[in-house]
């Protein structure tokens, strides 16, 4: 049986981890809007869309 070894390094899954519990950087946003933020969009459709009919020729 092969012996599995341990990164010395944390995971990025594990640093992902830690990302909610650091509030510092939330609460340093001050009076960023969050709704008006969300209502806006990323256009990630209008990109994924793209990603897909590039390499197709399409469009």
Do not use: Y
């Not at 010395?8 to 008006?36: H, I, K, Q």
């Amino acid at each position: 049986m092969e012996t599995v070894r341990r990164p010395a390094e944390p995971t990025a899954a594990n640093r992902l981890r830690a990302v909610p519990a650091d509030r510092t950087a939330v609460e340093d946003m001050g009076d960023f809007d969050m709704e008006s933020a969300a209502a806006r969009g990323t256009a990630s459709g209008h990109l994924d869309q793209l990603a897909v009919d590039h390499p197709l020729g399409a469009g």
